[in-house]
């Protein structure tokens, strides 16, 4: 028995150490230890033995249980203690390795030639107003002067809705629309979305963006507007930028004329980005007609205005100094990164 009891230790020993993870050592827990276990087995058996022999071989299975035990917890403490070891070497951080940067976004250069601008003529008392880009013709034509048969029509082609309905070509409606339901003194511009039936080159995009602006109030002159657009022309490009007015005819406004700024790159030399003339076309203006203010129902015997219209995309050209528009709507993170 004595011997039994032995060999069932140093087999305990051997296989415990050796066991590969913990359901092993559960299984030769239950082997050697459980209740139909080989110990087990053994001590049913010492009733066979003398007086003398039992508290011996009593003593004997008690050191057996109690070293297979210790073995036991001894193997399940390694096990834990390697898979700790690969959790942590697998886990590791190299905290030499370099950072991962996030990347940062930016307001498109539109986004941010727009804002200052804004800021612009909100200094100068001016409010923002938006409108909708699907548009009554009535809006966007026919308060504007612009009869069905007249040719300025022309060349303002754009996607029709509905014989009545379609995308404005211009933000002039907003004039309309913001002097039906607001009374003089009117001070506002009006960012936005516009569209025409052109081709995509260079110069031109079907989808492009205009600042519409309108003052109306009394003795309005056209020393106001010119003054007004030379003041904000300076702030966006410097103050020894020079402006000049060229008579020109909108069917909106009369008398109507384009305003020019001296080059920004030559400073009026003559160059390729003003294509040797030291002047370049930034926008349409003109004192409101009286039959557009009749239309709204503003009596132009005591109230006068001017407005204006702003190419939002020759703006940002002029400002970043780029000469095709297609690369504003690309996309193309290497180019809007620049600015
Ligand atoms: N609507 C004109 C265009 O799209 C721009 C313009 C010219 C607007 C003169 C005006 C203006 O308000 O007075 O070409």
């Not at 032995?6 to 092993?24: F, G, H, M, P």
């Not at 003795?219 to 030379?230: A, N, P, Q, R, V």
């Not at 690369?327 to 180019?335: A, G, M, P, Q, V």
Request: with cysteine; glycine share 8%.
């Amino acid at each position: 028995m004595k011997e039994a009891l032995q060999s069932i230790k140093s087999l305990a020993d051997e296989l415990v150490a050796n066991a590969a993870n913990e359901q092993v050592i559960e299984e030769l827990r239950v082997r050697f230890l459980g209740k139909k276990g080989e110990l087990t087995g053994i001590l049913k058996q010492m009733g066979s033995l003398t007086a003398e022999e039992r508290p011996v071989i009593g003593a004997l299975a008690n050191e057996v249980r109690n070293a297979i035990e210790e073995d036991i917890a001894t193997r399940k403490k390694q096990l834990a203690d390697e898979a700790l070891k690969i959790r942590l070497t697998a886990e590791s951080i190299d905290v030499t390795m370099p950072g991962v940067q996030p990347k940062q976004g930016k307001r498109h250069p539109f986004q941010q030639v727009l804002d200052e601008l804004k800021e612009i003529f909100l200094g100068m008392g001016f409010s923002i107003e938006t409108g909708p880009e699907v548009e009554l013709d009535h809006y966007n034509f026919e308060m504007l002067n612009m009869p069905k048969s007249h040719p300025a029509r022309d060349t303002q082609d754009t996607f029709y809705i509905t014989e009545n309905i379609l995308l404005r070509t211009q933000t002039s409606p907003m004039q309309i629309r913001t002097m039906e339901k607001q009374k003089p003194p009117i001070r506002i511009i009006c960012p936005g979305r516009v569209y025409r039936s052109d081709a995509v080159d260079a110069t031109h995009s079907p989808i492009f963006h205009q600042i519409e602006g309108l003052v109306v109030d009394t003795d309005i002159t056209f020393s106001d507007l010119k003054g007004t657009l030379e003041a904000f022309i300076k702030q966006l490009y410097g103050a020894e930028t020079r402006v000049r007015f060229r008579p020109h005819h909108f069917p909106y406004t009369e008398p109507s004329a384009e305003m020019d700024m001296s080059c920004f790159k030559c400073g009026g030399k003559g160059c390729s980005m003003c294509k040797g003339e030291g002047w370049i076309e930034i926008l349409g203006c003109g004192m409101v007609h009286p039959k557009v203010l009749e239309n709204c129902n503003i009596d132009s015997e005591v109230y006068s205005g001017y407005a204006f219209g702003i190419g939002l995309e020759r703006i940002a050209m002029m400002r970043y100094g780029i000469d095709d528009m297609r690369l504003f709507y690309e996309n193309d993170l290497r180019f809007l990164k620049q600015f």
